[in-house]
Nanobody, 120 residues
C-alpha cells in the first residue's frame, strides 16, 4: 500500500511564495520520476514540473524562473518551491510518483491534492 501525502498549500498574495511537500509512504522498492501537476476549475490537469531519480528537472515554460522542483530521496519527498506567484497559478496541485514495489513492475501514484490560491 502506497500513499502520497501533500502539504503546504494555502492562500497567498500575488508575488508571494509557497512551498509544497509530498511524502511517499508504504512498501516501496524504489521511486523513479516524481512530478507536480495542477488543475484549475473547468480545465484539464497540466504538468508543472518533473524530476528524475538522479535529480534532473524540467519545468513548464510558464513557471520557469519562479518554481523549483526538488527531492529528498532519504525522506521520500518531493518539493515545489513557488516564488513570485501569480493569480494564474491558482489551482489544485497534485504530486505524482512512479513507484516500483517489486522488481519488473512500476505504477504511478497521485497525492490527494492541495489548494493554492493566489489573490489580493
Amino acid at each position: 500500500q502506497v500513499q502520497l501525502v501533500e502539504s503546504g498549500g494555502g492562500l497567498v498574495q500575488p508575488g508571494g511564495s509557497l512551498r509544497l511537500s509530498c511524502a511517499a509512504s508504504g512498501i516501496i522498492l524504489s521511486i523513479n520520476a516524481m512530478g507536480w501537476y495542477r488543475q484549475a476549475p473547468g480545465k484539464e490537469r497540466e504538468l508543472v514540473a518533473t524530476i528524475t531519480s538522479s535529480g534532473s528537472t524540467n519545468h513548464v515554460e510558464s513557471v520557469k524562473g519562479r518554481f523549483t522542483i526538488s527531492r529528498d530521496n532519504a525522506k521520500r519527498t518531493v518539493y515545489l518551491q513557488m516564488n513570485s506567484l501569480k493569480p494564474e497559478d491558482t489551482a489544485v496541485y497534485y504530486c505524482n510518483a512512479n513507484i516500483r514495489r517489486v522488481l519488473g513492475s512500476s505504477s504511478n501514484y497521485w497525492g490527494q491534492g492541495t489548494q493554492v490560491t493566489v489573490s489580493s
